[in-house]
């Protein structure tokens, strides 16, 4: 009996100092499979926030002060050709007038936007009307107002895999701190602040703009400047090494020139399960002036 309890108690003791056969991973590690694992990513969901310090810029919500945006969404990245996403956000800001605050969903195609007002609080005295009447408006990609929700060149299939191929190879993160260890959506996850080393982010920014034919309209060296000045924290999976959570601290130089400092902070799941985005029926066409309640110049005239 006793032979058999100090057995147990050695087994023990070994499991114990050798955290049973299993080793903390380093972070290079860490970061060489999080980026293999995410080089793969093609359907996933999320939630998030994005907070603004300054006015923005962006033509439906331009002049509000200290943007506030919560949301969630789906995307599909399987098919360059087909890419798909889904947003539900909610929009809060304030200006001169007061606080505004609207519910909107977005669904964007290769071929089409769509978008719906689910909520609104505007101030009084406004000179126009903003009803939530849950319509669905469409915005063409290639129609007049495509500027209005983003519109962006799509890449054909053989760049989206030159895109997964160099986002599997790279090696751009340094840890600059590490906290305990904590769960995420069930997951056990590693949380550290990192940095990204300048000289592979270089070479990563020319690979990408070149792979994305936009050489001619990236300045390089602005953007290594501001991504490498970023903070950044990330919460990494320690079972399949999925990035599970992130959080960024920048900036960005807005249209006139003035730096605007953002926060970003996005939780991951679902990753490469079957998502449903589908687009919408009975919608109509974009007018801006119509959906904001004003008079709509005559097209004959």
């Given amino acids: 009996m006793l032979k058999q309890r100090l057995l147990w108690g050695l087994v ?7 955290g049973c056969g299993i080793k903390p991973k380093e972070p290079p590690e ?4 999080m980026v293999q694992t995410m080089s793969k990513l093609e359907k996933a969901e ?17 002049g509000l002060q200290d943007l506030q945006i919560t949301g969630t969404g789906r995307v599909n990245l399987a098919d360059a050709k087909n890419m798909k996403y889904l947003l539900n956000l909610l929009i809060s800001g304030m200006s001169s007038e007061g606080k505004t605050e609207i519910g ?17 609080t505007l101030p009084l005295g406004l000179p126009f009307s903003l009803a939530a009447d849950n319509k669905w408006y469409q915005i063409k990609s290639s129609g007049q107002n495509k500027d209005w929700l983003g519109s962006t060149q799509p890449l054909e299939n053989a760049q989206l895999q030159l895109i997964r191929s160099l986002i599997a190879q790279s090696q751009l993160f ?23 080393s300048r000289d592979p982010l270089r070479q990563f920014l020319r690979d990408w703009v070149n792979i994305t034919n936009l050489s001619d309209s990236t300045d390089i060296e602005h953007w290594e400047t501001m991504l490498s000045g970023y903070t950044y924290e990330f919460w990494i ?25 953002f926060t970003v902070k996005m939780t991951l799941n679902k990753l490469n399960t079957a998502v ?9 066409e974009f ?9 709509v110049a005559n097209s004959a005239q």
């Fill in 12 to 18: 023990l003791t070994i499991l114990i100092l050798g």
């Fill in 30 to 33: 860490v970061f060489a499979k």
């Fill in 237 to 261: 999976s320690k079972s399949d090494y999925r990035l599970m959570r992130a959080s960024i601290k920048g900036w960005y130089d807005s249209q006139d020139h003035q730096r605007m400092d």
């Fill in 174 to 196: 340094n840890v600059v701190q590490k906290f305990p260890d904590e769960t995420v959506n069930g997951a056990r996850v590693y949380h550290w602040q990192v940095d990204l």
């Fill in 46 to 62: 999320f939630s998030g926030e994005f907070k603004l310090v300054g006015k923005s810029t962006v033509p439906l919500l331009q």
């Fill in 287 to 295: 007018n801006l002036r119509q959906l904001l309640g004003l008079p």
């Fill in 276 to 284: 449903a985005i589908d687009q919408p029926t009975n919608v109509q």
């Fill in 104 to 120: 909107t969903e977005l669904r964007s195609f290769p071929d089409c936007n769509y978008f719906r007002i689910t909520s609104i």
